[in-house]
């Protein structure tokens, strides 16, 4: 099991940059494709960004795509989310989580195992 650590959240304003981190404990880690995911206010968590195990693949959801980037580094336990050019609706509670990457891409990635406390975003306008 991964037991994941989000940091590095913040608040920045509109088109600014953030880098979150997610440090997994547990020495699983490598055997797991990572996932960022994130919740606003009033609304159900939603799939961001994941990346296989060995980096080879990675995925995200179609409104971010072009600004954030996903990667990690298995021999810290850590995958990353570089957010550029962020908006004010990137506003929400980030986490990660191991998951499975199913079939039909982005669609069949679904989260497994514990959620970290998150970390909070906020993008001002």
């Known amino acids: 099991q991964v037991q994941p650590v989000e940091s590095g959240g913040g608040l920045v304003q509109a088109g600014g940059s953030l880098r979150l981190s997610c440090a997994a404990s547990?020495?699983?880690?490598?055997?797991?494709?990572m996932g960022w995911f994130n919740q606003a206010p009033g609304k159900e968590r939603e799939f961001v960004a994941a990346?296989?195990?060995?980096?080879?693949?990675?995925y995200y959801a179609g409104h971010v795509k072009g600004r954030f980037t996903i990667s990690r580094d298995n021999a810290k336990n850590t995958v990353y989310l570089q957010m550029n050019s962020l908006k004010p609706e990137d506003t929400a509670v980030y986490y990660c989580?191991?998951?499975?990457?199913?079939?039909?891409?982005?669609?069949?990635?679904?989260?497994?195992?514990?959620w970290g406390q998150g970390t909070q975003v906020t993008v001002s306008s």
């Open positions: 990346i296989s195990r060995n980096s080879g693949s990675t």
């Open positions: 547990g020495r699983t880690f490598t055997l797991y494709a």
């Open positions: 989580a191991a998951v499975s990457l199913g079939v039909g891409g982005v669609g069949g990635i679904q989260p497994f195992g514990s």
